[in-house]
């Protein structure tokens, strides 16, 4: 018997969703988690203080990793296109503290680097900020490139990143 494929939502069993809001150096970021994994993390525009709800242990847990990036990263589930979870996988794999650019994360995933553009939408797709680190990916020409949360969010990332890369 052949089966439709399922879409995300009906292949998952029943889990318990937590909707979070957390505070960051880099801004507060809405984070939905289902007890098991980080599924989303967005930055969003602070928050009056009634809608603050107490955070889930996944959020409070990333919200101690942007902190100390020595503890480690909250579990996370990729959910896109198989072109997106490439781009985003081979993005998993830059190291705090440095970056590449679009056509070096193009050959990485086995394709030509005149793909740029194409790497730039699938990483403008990133559900998780941060964890999924789409802000060390910059042009070629070494300009930042663009970044879904802003530029001056993305310059911020980075020298974080590269003034704490040590934590690794």
Same mark, same amino acid.
């Given at each position: 018997?052949v089966h439709?494929?399922?879409?995300?939502?009906?292949?998952?069993? @029943?889990? %318990?969703?937590? !909707?979070?809001?957390?505070? $960051?150096?880099? #801004?507060?970021? !809405?984070?939905?988690? /289902?007890?098991?994994?980080?599924?989303?993390?967005?930055?969003?525009?602070?928050?009056?203080?009634k809608?603050?709800?107490?955070?889930?242990? +996944?959020?409070?847990?990333?919200?101690?990793?942007?902190? /100390?990036?020595?503890?480690?990263?909250?579990?996370?589930?990729l959910? #896109?296109? /198989?072109f997106q979870?490439?781009?985003?996988?081979?993005?998993?794999t830059?190291?705090?503290?440095?970056?590449?650019?679009?056509?070096?994360?193009? +050959?990485?995933? #086995?394709?030509? %680097?005149?793909?740029?553009?194409?790497? #730039?939408?699938?990483? !403008?797709?990133?559900?998780?900020?941060?964890?999924?680190?789409?802000?060390?990916?910059?042009?070629? $020409?070494?300009? @930042?490139?663009?970044?879904?949360?802003?530029?001056?969010?993305?310059?911020?990332?980075?020298?974080?990143?590269?003034?704490?890369?040590?934590?690794?």
């Amino acid at each position: 018997m052949v089966h439709e494929k399922q879409s995300f939502w009906e292949a998952m069993p @029943l889990m %318990p969703m937590h !909707s979070s809001l957390i505070s $960051s150096q880099f #801004g507060w970021l !809405s984070i939905l988690d /289902d007890e098991r994994d980080i599924l989303q993390a967005r930055f969003i525009a602070p928050p009056s203080p009634k809608e603050i709800p107490p955070p889930s242990r +996944l959020a409070h847990h990333f919200e101690c990793w942007l902190e /100390d990036p020595k503890t480690l990263p909250p579990p996370f589930r990729l959910q #896109g296109s /198989d072109f997106q979870e490439a781009v985003w996988k081979a993005a998993l794999t830059i190291p705090r503290g440095e970056t590449k650019t679009y056509g070096q994360l193009a +050959l990485a995933i #086995g394709i030509t %680097p005149k793909a740029s553009r194409a790497i #730039g939408q699938a990483l !403008s797709k990133n559900p998780i900020a941060v964890l999924i680190p789409c802000h060390r990916v910059v042009a070629a $020409s070494g300009k @930042l490139g663009g970044f879904r949360w802003g530029q001056a969010r993305k310059q911020a990332l980075l020298a974080f990143e590269k003034a704490n890369h040590h934590w690794q």
